[in-house]
C-alpha cells in the first residue's frame, strides 16, 4: 500500500500541491487571519484530504463505504459534497468582501440557490453513485458571475496598495482560470464526445488546477495585510 500510494501521488501531482499550498497558506496565515480569507488552510487542507480519502475508498477494501462489491470502490460522494462546501466558502468570501450591499444579497441568494440546485440534482440522479454534473456546472457559471463583480469592483477602487499584493486578488485569478474550464470540461465529458476528445480533457484540467493553486500560492508568499480587499 506504501508503495502504491507514493505512485498514486507521483501520476496525481496535483495532490503533493495541495499540501504544499497548506503549509504556505499556515505560515503565511497572519497576513490575512482577520479577513474574509480566514478559513482558507482549512478548505485547502480539506480538498488535500477529500483527494486523498479519495485514493484509498477507490483502491482499498477497508475504506468503503459500500459492502457491495458492484459500488465498492465508488467514492464520487465525497466529491459531491466537496464541491458544495467549496462554493459556498467562496461565496461566503465574496459576500463579506463586497461594499456594495446590493451584490451581498445577491450573493445571499445565490448561496441558497446553490443549495437548492444541489438538492434537485441529487433528485434525478443518485449522488452516492453519480456524479453532479448539472449542479457543478450551473454553480461554476454563478461563481464566475460573482468573480466578474468582485473584478469589476476591484478595478473602481482607489487604493495606495497594488492588488498584486492583494491575496483575494490572486486566489480570484485562480478561481476564474479554473472554473471557466471546469464546467466546459465537464459538459463535453457529458457529451461523450467519444475518445479522441477525452484524452486532452485531463491534460487540461490538471494544468487548470496547476494554475488555479499556483496563484493562490503567489498570492500567499506576495500578498500583503494593508493590501487586502
Not at 501520476?11 to 482558507?40: E, N, S
Not at 461594499?99 to 451581498?104: D, G, L, V
Request: positive net charge.
Amino acid at each position: 500500500m506504501p508503495n502504491e500510494l507514493f505512485k498514486y501521488l507521483i501520476a496525481h501531482f496535483y495532490i503533493p500541491l495541495y499540501l504544499l499550498t497548506w503549509i504556505i497558506a499556515v505560515y503565511r496565515y497572519r497576513r490575512y487571519f482577520d479577513t474574509p480569507l480566514k478559513y482558507l488552510p482549512m478548505v485547502i487542507i480539506y480538498t488535500f484530504f477529500t483527494e486523498l480519502l479519495g485514493y484509498f475508498i477507490k483502491y482499498s477494501n477497508e475504506f468503503q463505504f459500500f459492502s457491495d462489491d458492484r459500488f465498492a470502490w465508488h467514492n464520487v460522494i465525497i466529491y459531491n459534497v466537496y464541491q458544495l462546501v467549496f462554493f459556498l466558502f467562496f461565496f461566503e468570501v465574496y459576500r463579506k468582501n463586497t461594499k456594495n450591499e446590493s451584490i451581498k444579497k445577491w450573493i445571499f441568494y445565490a448561496s441558497v440557490s446553490c443549495v437548492v440546485i444541489y438538492v434537485i440534482n441529487a433528485i434525478f440522479c443518485n449522488p452516492l453513485h453519480d456524479q453532479m454534473t448539472y449542479a457543478h456546472i450551473a454553480v461554476s457559471l454563478v461563481l464566475i458571475a460573482i468573480l466578474v463583480l468582485y473584478f469589476k469592483e476591484k478595478a473602481k477602487e482607489e487604493n495606495p496598495q497594488p492588488l498584486k499584493y492583494n491575496l483575494l486578488f490572486w486566489v480570484s485569478i485562480g478561481l476564474l482560470a479554473f472554473y471557466t474550464l471546469f464546467p466546459i470540461i465537464l459538459t463535453m465529458y457529458k457529451l461523450n464526445l467519444g475518445i479522441t476528445v477525452n484524452v486532452y480533457l485531463r491534460p487540461i484540467l490538471l494544468s487548470s488546477i496547476v494554475f488555479q493553486y499556483g496563484c493562490f500560492i503567489i498570492g500567499l508568499l506576495a500578498g500583503k495585510r494593508k493590501a487586502f480587499r
